[in-house]
Nanobody, 121 residues
Framework: QVQFVESGGGSSHPGGSLRLFCEVS????????MGWYRQVPGKDRELVAD???????RYADSVKGRFTISRDSVKNMVDLQMNSLQPEDTDVYYC???????????????WGQGTQVTVSS
């Protein structure tokens, strides 16, 4: 069983900053990519940023230059520093990891429970 602990969501004024934290634990043989997605009710979940095991980041065009993703592969943690927040960043943010739980199991996508980010004046 894989567990996610997400924290750091909340409210910000436009132009402000928040940092999201995610720690993955439990039955983990290996983790590949980790990252963050976001979803507004009624819409598909979309990639915000992810990062490979080698530390190569990938960002949605809408957050490039404002958000920075980092990971600690020893602790199975991934963070998202969000600067210059805008109202359109308001969403539920989901931590994501591509995990192989045991050597006998296949790789799969696992998700946290989500944390709300609200940007308003």
């Amino acid at each position: 069983q894989v567990q996610f602990v997400e924290s750091g969501g909340g409210s910000s004024h436009p132009g402000g900053s928040l940092r999201l934290f995610c720690e993955v634990s439990g039955s983990i043989f290996s983790i590949a990519a980790m990252g963050w997605y976001r979803q507004v009710p009624g819409k598909d979940r979309e990639l915000v940023a992810d990062i490979s095991t080698s530390g190569w980041p990938r960002y949605a065009d809408s957050v490039k230059g404002r958000f920075t993703i980092s990971r600690d592969s020893v602790k199975n943690m991934v963070d998202l520093q969000m600067n210059s927040l805008q109202p359109e960043d308001t969403d539920v943010y989901y931590c994501y990891a591509n995990i192989r739980p045991t050597p006998r199991q296949n790789w799969g996508d696992y998700w946290g429970q989500g944390t709300q980010v609200t940007v308003s004046s």
